[in-house]
């Protein structure tokens, strides 16, 4: 027989009914703002111009994807968040004295190409903003590589000299970071100017430093950094195997007098490791997704960086680390799975 | 801190208990017309044992078993059968069902008390339990009296009663353990007794601390039953995650709790299983919580099996404006219903209506950013990532390889998933289309 079925506004789906809050655009914002003490402190140690480079890369990068999107006829996803991190991400890892046009070429580079030529959010093998950022350090390197001291731009008695360099950098002591200094001039004139060792650590810690916009202030880095590991944002696994890995080596490999005699302390806080660690290495898309590879991954990006540091041309060694370790992070996905409950091992 | 849980995965949805954990369980007069299926259990469903026209008892059998794995069905009011046509259910597919009008008058087949049921011999109580029809009353309705009737090589030394009732906004299994304690105790009793086991448990998730306290006072006349209280973390009611937390042995893939000599029974089914050997009263009603935002008066309701879901909601004060899904069961593991003209069955442990606030459309999903939170919520440890990867490119053979059918759908991973991705309707396809 015939049921005649009522009609009926009811939603029918598959279970399950009810689901998190959380959404990509909340995770992605989330992220932006856990930022924000580091590119606060690039902006009392660097002056306003700091807000200016970002700025561009942000503006570039959400112009790229609306761009991309809309030649594609795909929906535009400029609201998600996900380019505007990508934006501030490269912002971030740029010296404060870059021409205008090297934050937009690049952050097309970082979110027209490495991100929605691949497929958009998700679908990218490398990280955006170190491809990005990669881009530029080969293409113009003598601009991606002059630092300038910190702390001259922004004095409170002179806010005239936090604005006057905004357009176009004009001039400002040339420095060199601690690792360009390491590298070419060795470590005893890393600690030249310090009274004391510690003294040293204090300012990396503070980030009172010569490098990029966002990446010298250790303490900045760990307050968001904390915020999204209290948040379940980040696991912990990715940067503290990549912390651990880089201390250990560079203490053992690092050193003048043979080894075990390197400056784990020194290396652990410099250059662009605390950044890398926490914010670009542990980006979703591009690291692996179960806990164990991400362990593997973080020592894979260690190995990298301090070989990079104390062996090959460039001083600074995060960036390629995490990009040749980003064409891993499916592999060890597909090689180190979870274990199955209620299968046994080997199996 | 002390409470018992299982290892990995878990989420911890808001429980949305207290519309109804407070309430009393109330009786539901029996509605004009029962609807009862014949097939209210997993396995073969039932032949029908009466005619249209014909007058039929409470507690009359209708429905008589036509295979090993099945459950007799029983009327649950007396009154005349009108027909027996096909009738949807809460999964929405057709099943044959008993049509009965009910006369008011609750004539029922005399039904002789055992008081001494418990020195009876186990072969006895099976057969009580088994004729009364009783099945897995948590949902999965699986016949108990298969349950109980483990291969010889596989022997049995623990019986676990899930009071953990994991589900969000369900109470009926809670009610049941303030109320009827000693009795849900004897049951489980007789499930020790028929499968001739020593250790009994009964696990209760923390967050029905009264219902803790009752059936600990209440245990205390019962030799080696123990009462636990378990960590709240969904799906701590899940059968394999229950028996890691309780005595820590996993279930291997692929297998039963009978592999690792655990028999696990919910709360409402130890009680039938009380009615059942003591009184040989059929299984004929069942508690229902009905609750969630849209119904006006949520109620825990003693049903009577066949009842329409709609007669059920118009006793709690009829939905409220603005329902946008009514579901049949749990909001994690439920059935959404297209209709309320389904009828209430063994397995019916709750209605929930919800309103449009806090649902998520399937249809507005993005693409996976490989976050890792799925994996992280699976109790099973899985990837379910990969399996809405390749399900979404059609490859889903290769879903195998990370182990699909393992995934028992508990709809975790997709619960956290914050690109709102459809994981367990695309397992749910890829298990179709690969076992073909
Ligand atoms: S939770 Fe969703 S977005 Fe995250 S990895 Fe799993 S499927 Fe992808
Ligand atoms: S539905 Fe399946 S894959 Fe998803 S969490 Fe549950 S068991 Fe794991």
């Known amino acids: 027989m015939e049921i005649k079925r009522k009609e009926s506004d009811f939603i029918v789906t598959v279970s399950p009914h009810v689901r998190s809050v959380e959404t990509v655009p909340r995770i992605m914002w989330t992220v932006v703002v856990s930022l924000l003490p580091a590119l606060l402190c690039g902006v009392y140690f660097f002056g306003l111009r700091v807000i200016f480079v970002t700025a561009l890369c942000i503006v570039g990068a959400l112009f790229s994807e609306w761009f991309v999107e809309k030649l594609a006829g795909k929906p535009i996803t400029i609201g998600d968040g996900s380019a505007f991190l990508s934006g501030l991400l490269l912002g971030l890892t740029m010296p404060v004295t870059?021409?205008?046009?090297?934050?937009?070429?690049?952050?097309?580079?970082?979110?027209?190409?490495?991100?929605?030529?691949?497929?958009?959010?998700?679908?990218?093998?490398?990280?955006?903003?170190?491809?990005?950022?990669?881009?530029?350090?080969i293409t113009w390197p003598r601009a991606m590589?002059?630092?300038?001291?910190?702390?001259?731009?922004?004095?409170?008695?002179?806010?005239?000299?936090?604005?006057?360099?905004?357009?176009?950098?004009?001039?400002?002591k040339t420095s060199a970071t601690p690792l360009g200094i390491l590298k070419l001039e060795g470590i005893a004139k890393v600690f030249e100017p310090y009274a004391a060792k510690a003294d040293l650590y204090m300012n990396l810690l503070i980030g009172q430093r010569a490098g990029s916009i966002g990446e010298t202030s250790v303490i900045a880095i760990l307050i968001g950094a904390l915020f999204l590991m209290l948040r379940r944002y980040i696991s912990w696994h990715i940067p503290v195997s990549y912390l651990a890995t880089v201390g250990l080596f560079s203490w053992i490999l690092g050193g003048k007098e043979g080894l075990f005699t390197g400056d784990a302390l020194l290396h652990v806080l410099s250059g662009g490791l605390m950044l890398g660690a926490f914010f670009m290495a542990t980006d979703y898309v591009t690291s692996p997704s179960v806990k164990k590879g991400r362990l593997v991954f973080g020592f894979g990006c260690g190995i990298l960086t301090v070989l990079i540091r104390l062996k090959a041309g460039y001083p600074e060694g995060v960036m390629f680390a995490i990009l040749i370790m980003n064409c891993f992070a499916p592999l060890i996905d597909r090689n180190l799975k979870q274990k199955v409950f209620g299968l046994r091992k080997g199996k | 801190m002390g409470l018992l849980?299982?290892?990995?995965?878990?989420?911890?949805?808001?429980?949305?208990?207290?519309?109804?954990?407070?309430?009393?369980?109330?009786?539901?007069?029996?509605?004009?017309q029962l609807v009862i299926p014949l097939s209210q259990h997993a396995g073969a469903p039932c032949k029908p044992v009466v005619e249209p026209g014909q007058r039929v008892f409470m507690y009359s059998k209708i429905?008589?078993?036509?295979?090993?794995?099945?459950?007799?069905?029983?009327?649950?009011?007396?009154?005349?059968?009108?027909?027996?046509?096909?009738?949807?259910?809460?999964?929405?597919?057709?099943?044959?069902?008993?049509?009965?009008?009910?006369?008011?008058?609750?004539?029922?087949?005399?039904?002789?008390e055992d008081e001494d049921y418990i020195n009876k011999e186990p072969d006895v109580l099976k057969e009580r339990i088994k004729q009364a029809?009783?099945?897995?009353?948590?949902?999965?309705?699986?016949?108990?009296?298969?349950?109980?009737?483990?291969?010889?090589?596989?022997?049995?030394?623990?019986?676990?009663?899930?009071?953990?009732?994991?589900?969000?906004?369900?109470?009926?299994?809670?009610?049941?353990?303030?109320?009827?304690?000693?009795?849900?105790?004897?049951?489980?009793?007789?499930?020790?007794?028929?499968?001739?086991?020593?250790?009994?448990?009964?696990?209760?998730?923390n967050n029905k601390k009264d219902a803790i306290k009752y059936m600990?006072?209440?245990?205390?006349?019962?030799?080696?039953?123990?009462?636990?209280?378990?960590?709240?973390?969904y799906p701590q009611g899940a059968e394999k995650m229950l028996i890691k937390s309780i005595l820590n042995r996993e279930v291997p893939a692929g297998g039963l709790p009978m592999d690792v000599r655990v028999v696990v029974q919910n709360v409402g089914t130890a009680y039938a299983i009380y009615e059942a050997v003591r009184y040989n009263r059929p299984v004929v009603e069942r508690v229902v919580s009905v609750?969630?935002?849209g119904i006006k008066n949520p109620k825990n309701l003693k049903v009577r099996i066949g009842t329409q879901i709609k007669d059920v909601i118009d006793y709690c004060g009829g939905v409220k404006a603005g329902v946008s899904k009514v579901i049949a069961g749990g909001p994690m593991m439920g059935f959404a219903l297209y209709s309320t003209d389904i009828p209430v069955t063994k397995g019916t442990s709750g209605i929930v209506a919800l309103v449009e606030q806090g649902l998520t459309h399937y249809e507005k999903y993005r693409a996976c950013i490989r976050c890792g939170r799925c994996i992280e919520a699976c109790p099973m440890g899985l990837m379910p990532q990969m399996f809405s990867v390749y399900v979404e490119r059609g490859f889903y053979e290769d879903c195998k390889d990370y182990n699909l059918f393992d995934c028992f759908e508990c709809g975790s991973c997709t619960y956290v998933c914050p690109a709102k991705r459809p994981i367990v309707q695309q397992i749910r396809l890829a298990k179709t289309l690969v076992k073909r």
């Open chain 1, 98 to 137: 870059v021409p205008f046009y090297i934050p937009l070429i690049s952050s097309f580079i970082a979110v027209g190409i490495t991100k929605q030529i691949f497929g958009g959010i998700g679908y990218n093998i490398f990280n955006p903003a170190l491809i990005g950022r990669a881009f530029a350090l």
């Open chain 1, 145 to 172: 590589t002059s630092w300038v001291e910190p702390s001259k731009m922004f004095d409170l008695n002179n806010i005239g000299a936090a604005f006057s360099n905004i357009g176009m950098w004009l001039d400002g």
């Open chain 2, 5 to 32: 849980t299982f290892s990995v995965g878990g989420i911890h949805p808001n429980d949305n208990k207290l519309y109804t954990a407070n309430l009393p369980i109330e009786n539901l007069k029996a509605p004009k």
């Open chain 2, 63 to 112: 429905g008589e078993p036509t295979a090993f794995v099945s459950a007799s069905v029983h009327s649950s009011v007396s009154g005349k059968v009108i027909e027996i046509r096909n009738h949807p259910s809460s999964t929405g597919r057709m099943v044959l069902s008993v049509v009965i009008e009910n006369d008011g008058k609750d004539e029922a087949v005399e039904l002789e």
């Open chain 2, 133 to 205: 029809g009783i099945v897995g009353m948590g949902g999965a309705t699986f016949p108990t009296s298969v349950k109980l009737s483990p291969p010889k090589e596989k022997p049995i030394d623990s019986i676990i009663i899930n009071g953990a009732e994991c589900e969000p906004y369900l109470t009926a299994d809670h009610r049941m353990m303030v109320e009827k304690p000693i009795e849900v105790l004897e049951g489980l009793r007789v499930l020790m007794k028929v499968l001739g086991v020593a250790n009994g448990y009964v696990g209760i998730e």
């Open chain 2, 216 to 233: 600990v006072s209440a245990c205390a006349g019962f030799e080696g039953i123990k009462v636990l209280p378990l960590k709240v973390k």
């Open chain 2, 291 to 293: 609750t969630g935002a």
